[in-house]
């Protein structure tokens, strides 16, 4: 049902992603902030020349705290003079949680954190995992994309679902 969103591409193979170079992104809403702060991902993607999204599976996990996340928050300068003018990441939690995540590792707005309170975001781009065992329900698979004006360039997506390899910064910023 989710995919009817999309209003993209009415069928796709069994088994392909649905997300892939050439896609716009979903019509999709996340918060910010605040519960109340709401952003339609489409939009605020579409309004970036160049960006960078990035998905973990969950706030404070140790993977993402210690290496996902900070990564990108050190190399963001960088990233800013290669054209990058938005770099978010994303994970199925609210905002309390993203947010308390952000100060926990000196974001300070560095990476824009979005939202995905209700995992709508993740379902619409096919790039998330039974993660039931660990995190108690389904969470995005860890990926990075290139996205120019709301379509997505290039996708980068962990095979194993939680590595820390093809979805860090060290590997996007040679793409750009
Ligand atoms: C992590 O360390 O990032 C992680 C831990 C458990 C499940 C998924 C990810």
Redesign the pocket.
Known sequence: MLRSIIGRRSFHSAGARYIQAGDRLPSVQVQRKSPADVVNVRELFENANKAVLFGV??AF????SKTHLPGYIKKAEELKKKNVDLIACVSHNDAFVMNAWGDSVQNNDAVSLLADFKGELAEALDLSFD?TG??GNRRYKRFAAIIEKGVVKQLFVEPDN?GLNVSLVENVEKHL
Do not use: D, K
């Open positions: 599976p969950g996990t140790p993977g993402c993660a660990a995190l939680t």
